[in-house]
């Protein structure tokens, strides 16, 4: 069971968690979301259907070009193919943050 500080958001595919900082944690209203998603771009799509606000920095193509996406930890991600795994972290960020 997830603490309450998580939104939850079901649709087919893998469960993976995704955390906001920056103008994404603004315009998502929220830290983290819960989401399920097979691939990069469903996951992109999910989060623009979940959190409206986050629409004009998301696009057919992928995150506008002020925002990056790390995944785990471990890599930058764009493209939209990317596979998801069960459990996997993508923190979502403005480009600027931390310097």
Request: one cysteine or more; a negative charge; aromatic letters at 4%.
């Given at each position: 069971?997830?603490?309450?500080?998580?939104a939850r958001h079901r649709t087919l595919g893998t469960t993976m968690y995704v955390e906001f900082l920056g103008i994404p944690r603004e315009r998502a209203g929220v830290s983290e979301l819960?989401?399920?998603?097979d691939t990069l771009g469903q996951l992109l799509r999910a989060l623009a259907t979940r959190c409206p606000a986050l629409g004009d920095l998301i696009s057919a193509e992928g995150l506008h070009p002020s925002i990056a996406a790390n995944l785990n930890?471990?890599?930058?991600?764009?493209?939209?193919?990317?596979p998801l795994t069960h459990g996997d972290r993508l923190l979502i960020l403005s480009a600027d943050v931390g310097g």
């Amino acid at each position: 069971m997830l603490s309450s500080r998580y939104a939850r958001h079901r649709t087919l595919g893998t469960t993976m968690y995704v955390e906001f900082l920056g103008i994404p944690r603004e315009r998502a209203g929220v830290s983290e979301l819960e989401v399920q998603a097979d691939t990069l771009g469903q996951l992109l799509r999910a989060l623009a259907t979940r959190c409206p606000a986050l629409g004009d920095l998301i696009s057919a193509e992928g995150l506008h070009p002020s925002i990056a996406a790390n995944l785990n930890g471990d890599a930058f991600v764009t493209d939209l193919a990317t596979p998801l795994t069960h459990g996997d972290r993508l923190l979502i960020l403005s480009a600027d943050v931390g310097g």
